[in-house]
């Protein structure tokens, strides 16, 4: 007669080990699945971590206040300050700039351009270039710089890390900012007639990173999110967000034009105020 054969239970330390596994191959893939993406175009964006006038809602107000004085103005707040051209008609002018408040320190405020103001490429040739060799990093040092402010208003930009004009970093434009919503930049009709692309009123800008792709620069797509792989560097229909500190003791423009007047909703006065792609780098 045959002998019957045994089987040996697995050892429980064992099963122990595989359910572990399976619990935490069942983790990841479900990390993967609800894992954010670029905007199909196959880059990713940079994590979020810091809310933006500390709202926490999915849907966080986009009321602007304008601000008298720059030592009132909060993060979130807008102020007017140096001119640039902005309506696409030099006959009337340059308009004065509005900014956003980004970051308020004691004495010095970071601010960022209301509007995307003008189109250039990030270096004019293609090759790979840094933000301190760049030649955008020219431009708003010195043209833009020389004209955008009078004596009076650079005796209160500040130096920073990057010059006295800079545009944000990747990381920058993550933290500053919660939602892709809000980083999303509207273009002045000057810098439409630059040449930047626009879509849903909405156009990309530069960030000061080299791009994952040789000879490019990150930059924020049209929906505000933060694309890491880059366009290539001469690539001349993105827009321009410039970034400076001011003292919080400058004076600010009391009466002022804008080169776009957004809805109502989208402003109001404080209690104290006056008022297809053929050039993306390949893989």
Not at 30 to 43: A, I, N, P
Not at 149 to 178: C, H, M, P, Q
Not at 181 to 208: D, F, I, N, Q
Not at 233 to 254: G, K, L, M, N, Q
């Amino acid at each position: 007669m045959a002998k019957k054969k045994t089987v040996n239970p697995i050892p429980l330390w064992l099963a122990i080990v595989l359910a572990f596994i399976l619990v935490l191959a069942i983790g990841v893939f479900m990390t993967y699945l609800f894992t954010s993406f670029g905007s199909g175009e196959g880059e990713s964006e940079v994590s979020l971590t810091q809310s933006f006038g500390d709202e926490s809602s999915d849907a966080p107000s986009q009321i602007i206040v304008v601000k008298e004085k720059m030592s009132d103005a909060e993060v979130g707040d807008a102020v007017v300050f140096g001119s640039y051209e902005q309506n696409g008609s030099t006959e009337d002018g340059a308009e004065t700039l509005e900014w956003i408040v980004l970051e308020k320190q004691d004495d010095k405020l970071l601010l960022i351009s209301r509007y995307c103001i003008d189109t250039l490429p990030y270096n004019n040739e293609r090759a790979s270039a840094d933000w301190a060799t760049s030649s955008l990093n020219a431009f708003l040092n010195g043209e833009f710089y020389d004209n955008a402010f009078s004596e009076d208003e650079k005796a209160s930009v500040k130096e920073g890390e990057n010059g006295l004009v800079t545009i944000l970093s990747a990381e920058e434009a993550a933290r500053y900012y919660e939602y892709d919503s809000w980083r999303a930049g509207a273009a002045t009709e000057y810098a439409v007639s630059k040449g930047a692309r626009v879509e849903e009123e909405s156009c990309w800008w530069w960030l000061r990173d080299a791009g994952s792709v040789d000879s490019s620069a990150a930059y924020v797509h049209f929906n505000g999110s933060v694309q890491t792989k880059g366009f290539a560097v001469d690539y001349d229909a993105v827009a321009v967000r410039p970034v400076i500190w001011v003292s919080a003791d400058a004076e600010t423009e009391t009466e002022h034009t804008s080169s776009l007047v957004p809805d109502a909703s989208d402003v109001e006065s404080g209690s104290d105020s006056s008022e297809d792609v053929s050039s993306e780098a390949s893989n």
